[in-house]
């Protein structure tokens, strides 16, 4: 597995931002499908975002889309997630994750085989 570290996580008033940043372990980090996932008290994990090897292309959830935008660097093996207009209903922990393999396109988690330990996102009213 590829070690993934978050950051950026924190309090935030509504209607407000914050950027998360994952940096991987690995130079391979250009080959992987990154995404970004959440987990709110007492729900499961949900798919945020993904994006592909090269950063071309992107795909969101229904619930973040027009509001955050998910990006990478490849030179700094880093996956971005801007936020924007935040909600209380973003509040939860946020993943970031790794599909190694490449192949797939998918908001699964289960294809996703390499997680980061997670950043709290709180958003107050």
């Known amino acids: 597995q590829v070690q993934l570290v978050e950051s950026g996580g924190g309090l935030v008033q509504a209607g407000g931002s914050l950027r998360l940043s994952c940096a991987a372990s690995e130079r391979g980090f250009r080959n992987y499908v990154m995404a970004w996932f959440r987990q709110a008290p007492g729900k499961e994990r949900e798919f945020v975002a993904r994006?592909?090897?090269?950063?071309?292309?992107?795909y969101y959830a229904d619930s973040v889309k027009g509001r955050f935008t998910i990006s990478r660097d490849n030179a700094k093996n880093t996956v971005y997630l801007l936020m924007n207009s935040l909600n209380p209903e973003d509040t939860a922990v946020y993943y970031c994750?790794?599909?190694?393999?490449?192949?797939?396109?998918?908001?699964?988690?289960?294809?996703?085989?390499?997680w980061g330990q997670g950043t709290q996102v709180t958003v107050s009213s």
């Open positions: 994006i592909s090897r090269g950063g071309g292309l992107t």
């Open positions: 994750a790794a599909d190694r393999d490449g192949s797939s396109w998918s908001s699964s988690e289960y294809v996703y085989d390499s």
